[in-house]
């Protein structure tokens, strides 16, 4: 496993649809640690992404990799994104229209690099059989996986992943991540990624940062993160999604998917203004009553 | 008919065309990602020729090439050579008439590109240069196509330009649409009506293939 931490300390100037906000992140990914990068959109999350791959030069601040400094704004240092042994996920995967599946993978190598690795990686993300096919033929979790295995092509030491399964069924996602916790073991890289999705954050990331309006509101394991109340950590906690809500005898009637059933629940009629389709939440069992987290 | 002025507008688009399209490629690519403030000076100045009178355009090339004027006696002098009245003169002509046939398309073509795919192939370790060659041509043919028939047509089709920079010497600068003028004065309408046929077949022709190409390379990247 790579030993080596990534630092990053950046200042940058973001426009949004709110406006322009000022980016200030300061945060230091462990070696081999999966990190989440999670917030409203708008927040500079992928912005953060872009900087460590090289691909925007922060206004000002500093990327060090170890002992390489891949961004030094005070020295003038920028390191270019080939440079850097970054492997990038892009949220709309990139894939290369007019190359097959092998092609798109080959492209990625190396000059005098063993294209062995491309089998390899063929074989790891299950896409053997579609090697000759166009990126255009594939569904969505198949494009997902070449986009992967290319990203990987390089053997990078950090994989950054922009919401790589937002477009992804539930069923789906699972597999993904079940694949990209298989090849973090196997390959051993620092891995940041972007994601809404608390139940890929739970599964996935060791630690998660919480970025609001360009800063780090908070940063911890997903445990400390999403339960406020120290106290009560002990008592079991379900992810849930609400799919419809109702009023009956004075309380509110909630649907809601819950490790991946549908379950009814009766809370106080106080919550109905946030407990809207869509939302998420945390829930806890408690003898009198069951507890509701709101989560954005 | 004498086949002359066709096989010399031929010959005037065919090497209009190619020449353009080297100069315009590096032109486009630094005009689609460029974030340069003075863009839009550039921009305009290669629209110019849109909007502008072919006569205008070729009144000042002719006052700029005219031996007797400082920059056409330093072509003649170090460079021997001679652009008012000569075939030369008339390439030179046609690829700044025909400039922004050329480089709107590539340009635009380039632009609709997703920015990702660029940046996919930088953080694949690949360099600007490969990334151009290897990944956003190779994904803008129908753009290049329409930018490589606009050109050849529109050449094909001037006449301004072509009557005040080169004259009507035949052989030389008299071309199909100088042939036709000449024809109409002299009112032979028979031997005007057969180049003019000439160019309205050629042309449907060639606009036809390359919208069938087109269609067709539109279908492979969007599958219905």
Known sequence: ?296 | MDPEPLWLTLRLATLTTLILFVIALPMAYWLAYSRFKGRSVVEAIIGMPLVLPPSVLGFYLLLAFSPSRAFGQWLESTLGLRLVFSFPGLVVASIIYSLPFMIYPLQAGLQSLPASLREASYTLGKSAWTTFFKVLLPNSKSAILTALVLTFAHTVGEFGVVLMIGGNIPGVTKVASVAIYNEVEALNYDAANQYALVLFVVTFLILSIIYTINNRLLRVRHPA
Request: charged share 20%; net charge negative.
């Open chain 1, 1 to 296: 496993m790579s030993d080596t931490p990534l630092d990053i300390s950046i200042r940058h100037s973001l426009s949004t649809a709110q406006g322009v906000i000022s980016m200030e992140v300061a945060l230091a990914v462990k070696p081999g640690e999966i990190l989440a990068l999670t917030g409203p959109s708008g927040a500079g999350k992928t912005t953060l992404l872009r900087i460590v791959a090289g691909l925007i030069q922060p206004q000002s601040g500093l990327v060090r990799y170890g002992s390489e400094v891949w961004t030094d704004t005070t020295g003038q240092v920028l390191r270019a994104p080939q440079r850097r042994p970054v492997g990038f996920v892009f949220q709309d995967y990139a894939l290369f229209p007019h190359l097959t599946v092998r092609q798109n993978l080959a492209f990625a190598l190396d000059r005098g690099q063993d294209e062995g690795i491309v089998d390899e990686l063929l074989r790891a993300v299950e896409l053997t059989e579609l090697a000759g096919q166009k990126p255009a033929q594939l569904s969505g979790g198949q494009q997902q996986r070449v986009a992967l295995a290319r990203a990987l092509v390089r053997k990078p030491q950090v994989l950054l992943l922009d919401e790589p399964m937002a477009a992804l069924d539930r069923s789906m996602r699972y597999r993904m991540q079940d694949l990209l916790l298989d090849l973090h073991w196997q390959y051993r890289f620092m891995m940041i990624l972007v994601t809404h999705d608390l139940a890929e954050i739970f599964r996935l990331a060791d630690r998660v940062a919480r970025l609001e309006d360009g800063r780090i509101a908070q940063v911890g394991s997903p445990g400390e993160i999403y339960t406020h109340n120290q106290d009560l950590s002990e008592e079991p906690l379900l992810y849930g999604e609400v799919l419809s809500v109702e009023v009956a005898d004075d309380q509110l009637v909630v649907l809601a998917l819950i490790q991946q059933q549908v379950r009814r629940l009766r809370l106080p009629q106080a919550l109905a203004p946030q407990l809207t389709p869509g939302r998420s939440f945390l829930l806890r069992y408690s003898l009198e009553t069951p507890m509701i987290e709101l989560i954005d």
